[in-house]
């Protein structure tokens, strides 16, 4: 069996003469990363997550690993966390979610075909994806990709370290220039709770 590169030992390595230089380090590289994100973007995904709620379009998010929790996370956030009497629900479904689905799949067509697979078979024309991959290379990511372009499906891409394929092809780029999985992975975590509160007091102001 062909050896198989652990992809932590692509992280960055930070200052390890003790946990509170460690602290102090990572805390540094998440501020720059997360002020490295393109205030632009981040409006752009804004305003297609609140207009497909407006037009009862669906959003689906997508990842791998930690990718998958944020993903959960995200779908979680931006239904109930942005709930307000007078607006439309944000109706968000994680295809990582769904194990039973996602494993029969994984099982019958391919671990690629698993969120493009789901997305053909209850994505529409106006809906959002929104993909997180810190490496933006995974093969199931790039056939989603695919996938939504073929149905007219607009994307958006959290990615990190080079950002990959999904960052050159999402509609929508919010990249977080970090080579350290735990500091892309939190500044995922951080851009979608930045989304979900800032949709969530301009629906409570």
Known sequence: ???VEDPR??????DASSVG?????????????LEAVDPVQLDR????IEGAASD???LFAIGNGGSAAIADHLSCDLMKGTAAAGHAVIDTTSLAANMPLYSAIANDFGFETVFAHQLRLIGRRGDVLIAVSSSGNSGNIVAALDAAREIGITTIGLTGFAGGVLRDRA???????ANNYGIVEDAHQALMHILA?????????
């Open 1 to 3: 069996m062909t050896a």
């Open 9 to 14: 030992r692509r992280n960055q390595i930070f």
């Open 21 to 33: 230089a460690y602290l102090a380090d990572y805390a540094a590289h998440l501020k720059t990363a």
């Open 45 to 48: 995904a804004r305003a297609l």
């Open 56 to 58: 009862g379009r669906r």
């Open 171 to 177: 509609d929508v780029s919010l990249h977080a220039p």
């Open 197 to 205: 509160q800032f949709i969530a007091q301009g629906r409570d102001g």
